[in-house]
């Protein structure tokens, strides 16, 4: 019996932790890198992959006290990492990509805002105008809205180089979500051993 009452107590941590995972999975699917939107599948992939590997992994002989200050300590460092991480990456989509007027439902990776090293002798044109060099919006609507304009103005070297930061950010500030809320939930589980 009491070993059945240790399962169902793992399965609550698990449960808790995907519970909590949940919201913020759906925050990393809505803000998916626009290069690779595949990414968000994959990265849900390894987060669950990442969940059952810290939920399974063996305390060792180690105190109750001694786990649940080790795991809140990871949960608490893996967290601030992965806040930090979505902070940058926020900042990031919004310095390198476009949600066009005309298709708001939509985002388009470009390079890195109006940098000069990363836009294309059309876009150094363009910006003379004055009307045109006000913000990578408006440099998009002087050349004409379409996808296939971000590969006129903006270097295919910076497109690439903003979109592969924005994957490598979502992967990692992704799955230490996923492992720093495992931790936490597998924390409290042996916090309730030490109580019951």
Known sequence: ???????????????????????GFSFFNNFAPPLFKGIAIIVSALSVAVIVIIANKDDGRKSVNTIIKQYTGRAMKLLSVSFVLI?????????????????????????????????????????????????KETLLSCAGIQQDSVGL?????????????????????S????????????????????TS
């Not at 070297?157 to 950010?169: D, E, F, K, M, Q």
């Not at 979500?177 to 409290?188: E, I, Q, V, Y």
């Open 1 to 23: 019996m009491i070993k059945i009452i240790e399962t169902l107590k793992s399965f609550y941590g698990i449960a808790a932790s995907i519970g909590v995972i949940v919201p």
């Open 87 to 135: 902070l940058l990456y926020l900042f990031l989509i919004d310095f390198t990509t476009i949600v066009p007027e005309e298709f708001p439902e939509e985002r388009w990776q470009v390079g890195f805002d109006l940098q000069s090293s990363g836009l294309t002798p059309l876009a150094l044109e363009l910006m003379k105008d004055n009307s045109c060099n006000q913000n």
């Open 153 to 173: 103005l903006w270097k295919r070297l910076s497109v690439y180089s903003a979109g592969l930061l924005l994957i490598i950010l979502f992967t990692i500030a």
């Open 175 to 194: 799955l230490c979500w996923s492992a720093g809320w495992t931790f936490l939930a597998k924390a409290h589980l042996n916090k309730n051993k030490t």
